[in-house]
């Protein structure tokens, strides 16, 4: 049997699909927070939605990738490269959990009495345990403000090496993740 050269078709569109929606959900999150952006309690509620999306795809995928080899890395690739992709997937499984549970808790603490309604028709209960407490909402909200930062450059780390792949070392990569790119060799 020939060597698998590509993620499968289920990694490569949850890959998509979750890489979408957590770099639209970074930008609409700073969007929403600014008091000059209009309409910000609509992105809210987007916010809330796509992001427990993000929550229930991620566990999914985590499993999938439990479950399933990922092709071989080519094998001219440094111990520090892998180390440091390897590193990078990690955390961005870490992320793809973690932000959502982190914004669900947030919500859950606060005092205020609004409700979450995915896409306003499914009614999101708040995280059991976690009491109304404003203090603990603005550390929730400090960490999943930052970590969304953090995720900004970690985005700019993983995108410069995909590129530096594809476009210096020339290897495949790059491609394994995208089904309409040719391969090489
Ligand atoms: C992967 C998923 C998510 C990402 C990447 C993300 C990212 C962000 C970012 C970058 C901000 C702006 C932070 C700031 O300006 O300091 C934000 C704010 C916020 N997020 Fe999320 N978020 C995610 C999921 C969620 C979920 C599931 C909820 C709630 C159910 C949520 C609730 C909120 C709330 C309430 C704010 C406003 C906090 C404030 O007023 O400072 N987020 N998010
Ligand atoms: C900005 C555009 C992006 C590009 C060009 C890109 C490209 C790639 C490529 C080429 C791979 C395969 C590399 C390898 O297996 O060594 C990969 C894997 C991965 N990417 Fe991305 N990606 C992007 C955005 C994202 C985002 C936003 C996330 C999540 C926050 C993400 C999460 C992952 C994860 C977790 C893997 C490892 C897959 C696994 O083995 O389970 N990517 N990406």
């Known amino acids: 049997m ?3 050269t590509r993620y499968s078709k289920i990694a490569i569109v949850l890959h998509w699909t979750i890489a979408v929606l957590i770099i639209g959900l970074i930008i609409f999150g700073l969007l929403m927070t600014n008091p000059n952006t209009p309409n910000r309690f609509v992105l809210y509620q987007l916010h809330k939605s796509f992001g427990i999306m993000v929550l229930l795809l991620s566990i999914f995928r985590l499993v999938w990738r439990l479950l399933h080899r990922p092709p071989a890395l080519p094998k001219d690739m440094e111990k520090w490269e892998i180390l440091a992709a390897k590193f990078t997937h990690i955390a961005f499984y870490v992320i793809m959990i973690g932000m959502p549970l982190l ?10 009495p609004i409700p979450t309604e995915l896409f306003w028709t499914i009614a999101w209960p708040d995280l059991p345990f976690i009491p109304e407490s404003k203090d603990l909402e603005e550390t929730f909200e400090f960490l999943h403000g930052n970590i969304g930062k953090l995720t900004i450059g970690l ?3 993983h995108f410069g090496a995909a590129m530096k792949h594809h476009f210096v070392n020339k290897d495949n990569v790059f491609v394994r993740m995208m089904p309409w790119v040719k391969k090489r060799g």
Do not use: F, R
């Not at 808790?105 to 205020?112: D, E, H, K, Q």
């Open 103 to 112: 914004g669900w808790a947030m919500v859950s603490a606060s005092p205020l």
């Open 155 to 157: 985005i700019l780390l």
């Open 2 to 4: 020939a060597a698998q």
